[in-house]
């Protein structure tokens, strides 16, 4: 890699955290005075009312990253206006949701618009229809995902980082890393920043949550970064690295999956609070949130060396890894599961 590319990432790196971080604290001060809280209830995993929306520093970090990005050539001019768009889209309907409720259709709307704005720009780019499509699937899910899975103390920021490291390092092993730092690499460190600069508000006490603003940048910023892999690769290259990209982010994907579609197998109404997660029925058996998103972490950090580990392989190889990891997540799920459904069983009422 470059040192001129390191050189100027680096300073970023520290004003990205330092936004995030200022951004916390204003939210902070702001939901207090405002009364935006999160308060405790039977859906719910905290304890005390609790200030919300403070990842809207994360989002203006991250936007901004994107914008000096696009005018640095580091990615696509129209790739990263296109990702700015996306971003700010999903943030302000999370900003509104936060302020009072939002239809979920009206967000599954907005979720979905970005993902256009973003295929549109990887079309603009790269005029590649598969990388298009993937972008228009890509951003609902990862929003809805880390929407959902935000619902212990540290748990959603702890994991974008960390999925986003991941993803850095394998772009650093992708062939198109020769000569300079890789694409996906400078937004994927940017992301990281930006939560680690949020985190200390975050864990390992919540003085303030993410809120919609916050969780949803993060999906839009790991769709942007996931794209950022895959581009420049053919459908045959991209489906190898895609199977690797899964293993980073493969925590809250199974917890999310499972969950979700057992709420949609029994007709619940899967879009609103709950508190059924493995994470959330671990949380309540332990009685604290810091070992459930330290062991969250370790699974993402195993699987992030592991995909790494496995870039060195063939298609079948990598498939069988990935095979491996999520049905090794899926065993996990059930037992986490399992456990906290036992202890909620065994608990006392009254």
């Known amino acids: 890699m470059g040192g001129a590319d390191w050189n100027g990432l680096l300073p970023w790196l520290a004003v990205v955290a330092a936004i995030a971080a200022a951004g916390a604290w204003l939210a902070r001060a702001y939901a207090l005075r405002r009364g935006l809280m999160d308060l405790p209830g039977e859906r ?58 939002l239809s979920p259709w009206w ?97 390992p006490r919540a003085r303030i949550f993410l809120g919609d603003v916050g969780s949803g940048t993060l999906g839009v910023a790991l769709a942007v970064v996931v794209l950022l892999l895959l581009q420049g690769a053919g459908p045959g290259q991209a489906a190898g690295m895609l199977v690797l990209a899964v293993l980073p982010l493969s925590a809250f994907l199974i917890d ?43 699974w993402t950090i195993l699987a992030a060396i592991v995909a790494g580990a496995a870039s060195a392989g063939g298609f079948a190889a990598r498939l069988a890894v990935c095979a491996g990891i999520l049905a090794a997540g899926t065993l996990a799920w059930r037992a986490a599961r399992g456990a906290g459904a036992r202890e909620q069983k065994d608990r006392p009422r009254g």
């Open 107 to 203: 967000r599954l709307a907005a979720h979905v618009g970005a993902g256009i704005l973003l295929a549109a720009g990887v079309l603009a780019v790269h005029g590649a229809p598969w990388l298009a499509l993937a972008a228009i699937a890509a951003v609902p899910v990862l929003v809805n995902v880390w929407n959902f899975m935000d619902g212990i103390d540290g748990i959603a920021a702890s994991q974008a980082a960390l999925a986003a490291l991941g993803l850095a390092g394998l772009a650093t092993l992708s062939p198109h890393a020769a000569g300079g730092l890789a694409p996906a690499v400078a937004p994927a460190l940017v992301l990281a920043a930006a939560c680690i600069g949020f985190l200390p508000f975050n864990f």
């Open 44 to 101: 719910r995993s905290h304890s005390v009312p609790t200030p919300r929306g403070g990842g809207i520093g994360i989002t203006l970090a991250w936007i901004l990253s994107c914008g000096l990005f696009g005018l640095s050539g580091r990615i696509p001019a129209a790739l990263a206006l296109a990702a700015a768009a996306a971003s700010l889209l999903v943030a302000a309907a999370g900003y509104v949701d936060d302020h009072r409720p």
């Open 256 to 298: 999310a999956a499972l969950t979700l579609g057992g709420r949609m197998v029994r007709r619940e109404q899967w879009w609103t609070p709950h508190v059924s997660h493995a994470y959330q029925r671990l949380a309540g058996r332990v009685g604290w949130h810091v070992p459930v998103t330290l062991a969250y972490a370790g």
